[in-house]
């Protein structure tokens, strides 16, 4: 039976809006031991990394090199952190779950699970996440987590950034619909599978995800799945701090995660953005933990 570590990473570093890192409470609290017992696996809670609270942090817009990103080392040393917690999971022979907190989380989960691996990475999300800190319009990090972990640009010669094992044709992003310019050059530059909102109209959910868990398992050792709850609609997700109008239905959504199930190549998976605060009745919760459910195979018969 497979067992799944639940890992919460409580952070608002890399988002404008406070009130993320209390995701990994809210999605525990929504139900996920639960949901995760239906779909038939284990659970184990290795609960929250200790994560300082952001007003207690001078942002220190100082990168690397050039640019701008706020909260910089305290997402670095977050990052060092879930990635061994990550990498720990995976030794151990069990499958892990990091819970956000904001999307800069990705950067520790994506580095733990390439750590002596070759990997692939599935983007279900709204945005491409492939800014840095030259790029960014905002500053904040959780529009970098992509960049970082394929070592683009300022974080290239990170120690805590840079994914070896995450190569750009072993990644693939799923229902974008907004995207900044520069993000456009890089998804162009290094010929990504991207999938924009008129590919699945066209398409179907189900043909995209299939093909994108195929892009990304290509010659991998698993696949890295990132679920950011704004890839869904406001209206079935409206706990979020940058909502985009026109994302997937509720359906589409667990169709897409049943796929993911189907492909068999799971590695790791993170669901991140969850924002109590911005929630209804913790809506928003309750649907991140159906979605993990589906993923690790939970279906109706």
């Not at 696996?41 to 090199?65: C, I, K, Q």
């Not at 701008?68 to 999971?89: I, N, Q, Y």
């Not at 529009?143 to 990170?158: H, K, R, S, W």
Request: glycine content about 10%; some cysteine; proline content about 5%.
């Amino acid at each position: 039976m497979t067992t799944v570590r639940i890992i919460g990473a409580p952070t608002d570093y890399g988002a404008n809006r406070r009130g993320v890192d209390m995701g990994p409470s809210a999605i525990r609290y929504g139900g996920l031991a639960d949901q995760l017992a239906g779909a038939g696996v284990e659970t184990v809670d290795a609960g929250d990394l200790h994560v300082p609270r952001a007003e207690e942090r001078d942002p220190d817009t100082e990168a690397p090199s050039r640019g701008s990103a706020k909260f910089l080392r305290e997402t670095a040393d977050v990052s060092r952190r879930l990635a061994d917690a990550v990498s720990d999971t995976l030794a151990a022979g069990d499958v892990p779950l990091a819970l956000g907190g904001d999307h800069s989380i990705a950067i520790g989960s994506l580095v733990g699970s390439a750590r002596d691996a070759e990997i692939g990475a599935v983007w279900f999300d709204a945005h491409a996440d492939l800014n840095t800190p030259s790029t960014t319009p905002s500053g904040n990090v959780h529009g970098m987590p992509l960049a970082a972990a394929l070592g683009l640009d300022e974080f290239a010669d990170t120690d805590w950034a840079n994914a070896p094992g995450l190569a750009p044709e072993n990644v693939a992003l799923v229902g974008l619909r907004s995207v900044d310019d520069a993000e456009i050059d890089v998804i162009r530059e290094h010929d990504f599978a991207a999938y924009t909102m008129s590919d699945i109209d066209e398409r179907g959910v189900t043909a995209v995800t299939e093909e994108a868990m195929a892009v990304a398992a290509d010659g991998a050792d698993g696949v890295h799945v990132s679920l950011d709850l704004d890839w869904l609609d406001p209206k079935e997700a409206p706990g979020v701090g940058t909502p985009v109008r026109g994302g997937v239905t509720y359906r589409e959504a667990h169709s897409a995660m049943e796929t993911v199930d189907d492909a068999d190549c799971l590695r790791s998976m993170e669901l991140v953005e969850v924002n109590p605060t911005l929630d209804q009745h913790n809506e928003t919760a309750e649907l991140a933990t159906e979605l993990a459910a589906s993923a690790f195979g939970k279906r109706v018969l």
